[in-house]
């Protein structure tokens, strides 16, 4: 099984960037798709972004549309997440996950694998 560590998160202005990464460790990580998931404080779990393991396919969440990108780079297992035009709104622990198919991800039909998740607060 693969495992996931996040990092890049932290304090920002609104109207900034950051980005994110996944680094992944363990079974092979180019043949799983990646994604992303966001959980503010006494919210449920929201998607983001997702990416599929060659990086032909992405989907994003309506809340990253327009703002977010999702990219891999697979010689350094490695999924990122950059962020523009940050919103105080997008203040969560952003999850990474990994899971066989990109459909899978963007719907959860069965349990990805988790990280262990990265704060992003962004101030107004």
């Known amino acids: 099984q693969v495992q996931l560590v996040e990092s890049g998160g932290g304090l920002v202005q609104a109207g900034g960037s950051l980005r994110l990464s996944c680094a992944a460790s363990?079974?092979?990580?180019?043949?799983?798709?990646m994604g992303w998931f966001r959980q503010a404080p006494g919210k449920e779990r929201e998607f983001v972004s997702a990416i599929s393991w060659s990086g032909g396919s992405t989907s994003y969440g309506d809340s990253a549309k327009g703002r977010f990108t999702i990219s891999r780079d697979n010689g350094k297992n490695t999924v990122y997440l950059q962020m523009n035009s940050l919103k105080p709104e997008d203040t969560a622990v952003y999850y990474c996950a990994a899971a066989e198919s990109l459909r899978t991800i963007v719907h959860l039909t069965t349990p990805p694998v988790w990280g262990q998740g990265t704060l992003v607060t962004v101030s107004s």
């Open positions: 363990g079974r092979t990580f180019s043949i799983y798709a």
